[in-house]
């Protein structure tokens, strides 16, 4: 069998590691651009919803919140209907480094499929959604405790 698995991990490690030193002058680290970019994009986002999305724990999702608002890319505020909700919102701050995130991403995107056809593309975003699609029930299984049976 392939290791269809590895080159996926391997492809975003690296672009991770060149992500996380291109933002470096921003004074994003670890990540944090990920879900500064989620919140710019879902204004208003809760941040179970923003874990969800990003595929990862809550703790994880908190500690890098913690960070963005006490560097002051985001901010909470509460919920209009439930004050035990609160919201997550980019700053000024967070909105002027957006478009250079967005940039990164389109040139990473960029390089990565040169050589590519447009159905290629097509083909391998479909799959690609596939198998994130397959692996989501296994992320959502274990989450609760579950234990996997190899």
């Known amino acids: 069998m392939?290791?269809?698995?590895?080159?996926?991990?391997?492809?975003?490690?690296?672009?991770?590691?060149?992500?996380?030193?291109?933002?470096?002058?921003?004074h994003l680290t670890k990540g944090q651009y990920l879900y500064l970019v989620r919140i710019c994009e879902n204004p208003g986002i809760i941040q179970e919803k923003l874990a969800e999305m990003i595929m990862v724990d809550r703790t994880t999702t908190a500690r890098a919140i913690q960070k963005l608002e006490m560097q002051g890319f985001i901010q909470?505020?509460?919920?209009?209907?439930?004050?035990?909700?609160?919201k997550l919102y980019p700053t000024e701050k967070g909105k002027s480094v957006y478009p250079f995130i967005r940039r990164e991403n389109d040139h990473s995107n960029t390089v990565a499929l040169a050589g590519i056809s447009e159905d290629e593309i097509e083909t391998l975003f479909d799959l690609l959604q596939k198998v994130r699609k397959n692996i989501e029930t296994d992320w959502e299984f274990v989450k609760k405790g579950n234990k996997r049976n190899y």
């Open 2 to 26: 392939k290791e269809i698995l590895r080159e996926i991990g391997m492809i975003a490690r690296a672009l991770d590691s060149i992500s996380n030193i291109e933002f470096k002058e921003h």
């Open 76 to 86: 909470k505020r509460d919920d209009s209907q439930n004050r035990k909700i609160k």
